[in-house]
């Protein structure tokens, strides 16, 4: 592998379209990843994502931990070391912000937390869509006996940890300041596969994604403002019985202080991701 495939799904139904079936049955198989173009989702409602999730997360440490996520809804705020993806390593030099019941998002009153959560709110419903979308290209693609039990299998997405763990995450990996140096092995974001049936990775230019390769190295991910990353989580890998494959990956870049002159211009990372989940864990 020596980069991530591309597949368009512009037409309303493109699980009829038997050239695109084979291109996503063929990344899915060999890769585990895609790039999604013409998903439908329009790039301003992106691009007021990102600035929301900005917003938030360079307001004080005080404000951020009133929303400290709840371990029972998988919702609110993670800080900063709050979060270790490979267990063998130091704590991720991260932050997030998860949405996982929409219903319980919609209904709370969170003053400095609204703006982000409103927006987080209208972009998951337009990543279920797409979600929707191509878990019904897989089910062709798999030639499943009926193409559909994909999608019905995620009808409780937004429902919260009783139902459904799909949970959207705005991840944020700030400068660090020189006080803090990384400990040895210390990653941004830990070796580690997506644990859910897919996930939708929505980037800014910041770069710094890695994913492991059949023979073991890694590549760079590019960025592609044109379209949304995809890829197999565990749960789908196993209930393909490894006909689809979830593929390693790492966020391995620290965003450094760019000094200029006399004035240094914090560098900082964002990304959105919607990891999905299937109701059940297994076939």
């Known amino acids: 592998m020596s980069e991530i495939p591309v597949v368009d799904i512009r037409t309303e139904l493109p699980w009829e379209d038997d050239s695109l079936v084979a291109r996503l049955n063929s990344a899915f198989t060999t890769v585990g990843f895609v790039f999604v173009k013409n998903h439908g989702i329009d790039r301003e409602l992106i691009d007021q994502t990102f600035r929301a999730c900005t917003e938030f997360f360079t307001s004080p440490l005080d404000t951020k931990m009133k929303y400290v996520r709840n371990p029972t809804t998988n919702s609110g705020y993670v800080c900063m070391e709050g979060e270790t993806l490979n267990p063998s390593k130091p704590s991720d030099l991260k932050e997030c912000f998860n949405i996982c019941d929409t219903m319980i998002a919609r209904s709370a009153a969170d003053p400095e937390a609204q703006t982000l959560k409103e927006i987080l709110l209208e972009i998951h419903r337009s990543a279920t869509y797409v979600a929707m ?151």
């Not at 070796?191 to 770069?207: A, K, M, R």
């Not at 710094?208 to 390769?213: A, I, K, M």
Request: charged fraction near 20%; include cysteine.
């Open 133 to 283: 979308k191509l878990l019904q290209l897989m089910g062709h693609a798999l030639e499943l006996k009926d193409p559909c039990v994909l999608v019905d299998s995620h009808r409780d997405i937004g429902k919260g940890s009783a139902h459904n763990m799909t949970t959207l995450r705005a991840l944020y990996y700030p400068p660090l300041p020189s006080s803090l140096l990384p400990k040895p092995g210390q990653m941004r974001c830990g070796e580690h596969v997506d644990y859910g049936s897919i996930t939708l990775l929505f980037q800014d230019p910041g770069g710094g994604l890695q994913v492991r390769c059949v023979d073991g190295g890694y590549i760079d991910v590019p960025y592609r403002p044109d379209a949304i990353l995809v890829n197999i989580g565990a749960l789908m890998e196993r209930w393909t019985g490894d006909i689809y494959k979830a593929t390693m990956m790492i966020r391995a870049h620290t965003p450094p202080a760019a000094t200029q002159g006399t004035h240094t211009r914090r560098r900082h990372k964002k990304e959105l991701c919607s990891t999905v989940h299937c109701i059940f864990c297994a076939p």
